[in-house]
């Protein structure tokens, strides 16, 4: 599938989720994301709102009539709490909290909101945002069937905000390889089909291994487009976990010490040097063709699931991947 464009592969006509700030959060969602603003506010309503407008986009063909909305919030509250984690992990880098964090969606009473050098409120407000993510998802018909899946799904995802916190501690260990390997992951993909097979009747667990190879494929796309949307803001803000940033790093077009610079002392000149040297590589340009051989392979290699739409999965991307390209040129350019 070939991207249209103006010219560059960077540029797009529109984002088809412009109107996502005017959206309004569901009853199920919104005493949770007051929650988060009055509690814990690292990131503005906006986060939440993009993704509800986009999650319908890729929800599974086999999702149960009826199951749409319960299916939506749990990816909502799902998605917020991998973003608390994450913030803790790259933007404080609170080594103490992020353990604790860690444990929640295992054994959530063992989290010690008191334990000496953890922050107690994201302790606190996490066990209570996975205690409404299960009910939802327990909801679902067949939860009892695919939770310890979904259970596996997330200890991938936490393990990838791991791995991002190694990375900020030891630039030099970063590589692409490796980021498709375990950074994607954040993306929740895998615990996203979850949500929706356990909510629907429909769905021949025979496709498991079908849909697991589709998803792989979607999650490096969604990753990829998230790369694309966020690495300058992250950079400014000391995070080079980016595959852009690290794509530089492996070419050798800025150094470990750099990056490091960037994140201990992170001044507007040292910035900008950067960004620069990024934006003139053509870097993004082959992040956005390595985003169309992602969905090319994925087409060929997975062909029909008998009871979902392979294609159409896929295709949901694409919307996804203009608006994050349009997010790009409004916080990049």
């Not at 933007?91 to 295992?106: K, Y």
Request: net charge negative; hydrophobic share 40%.
């Amino acid at each position: 599938m070939a991207l249209e464009s103006r010219g560059s592969p960077l540029e797009v006509e529109s984002d088809p989720f412009s109107n996502a700030s005017q959206r309004t959060l569901s009853e199920t969602v919104q005493p949770l994301a007051d929650a988060y603003d009055e509690r814990i506010g690292d990131r503005d309503r906006s986060t939440w709102l993009w993704f509800d407008a986009v999650e319908p986009a890729f929800r599974l063909s086999c999702v149960d009539d009826g199951a749409e909305q319960r299916v939506h919030d749990a990816k909502v509250l799902a998605t917020m709490f991998i973003t608390v984690i994450d913030d803790i992990a790259e933007r404080h880098g609170d080594r103490a909290t992020l353990e604790e964090l860690r444990i929640v969606p295992f054994d959530a009473r063992a989290a010690d909101p008191t334990r000496a050098g953890v922050d107690g409120e994201y302790v606190r407000f996490q066990r209570e945002l996975w205690d409404a993510l299960c009910e939802q998802f327990r909801a679902g018909p067949r939860a009892a069937e695919f939770e310890a899946l979904f259970r596996f799904d997330v200890r991938q995802a936490l393990q990838s905000v791991d791995y991002s916190a190694l990375l900020a501690r030891q630039p030099g260990l970063a590589s692409e390889r490796e980021l498709l390997t375990y950074d994607v992951y954040n993306m929740m993909l895998f615990p996203f089909a979850d949500i929706d097979i356990a909510n629907a009747s429909a769905f021949d667990p025979r496709d498991l291994s079908t849909l697991r190879t589709v998803v792989d494929h979607g999650q490096r796309m969604a990753r990829i487009g998230n790369w694309l949307a966020t690495w300058e803001r992250e950079l400014v803000e000391g995070d080079y976990s980016s595959g852009v940033a690290v794509r530089a790093l492996e070419s050798g077009l800025v150094s470990p010490a750099e990056l490091r610079a960037l994140r201990n002392e992170p001044t507007d000149v040292a910035v900008a040097d950067v960004i620069e040297r990024i934006r003139e590589s053509g870097i993004e340009t082959t992040f956005v063709e390595r985003w169309e051989r992602e969905f090319e392979t994925a087409i060929d290699a997975c062909g029909d699931g008998e009871s979902f739409d392979v294609r159409a999965y896929l295709e949901g991307f694409e919307p996804i991947f203009r608006s994050q390209l349009a997010r790009r040129a409004r916080t990049g350019e």
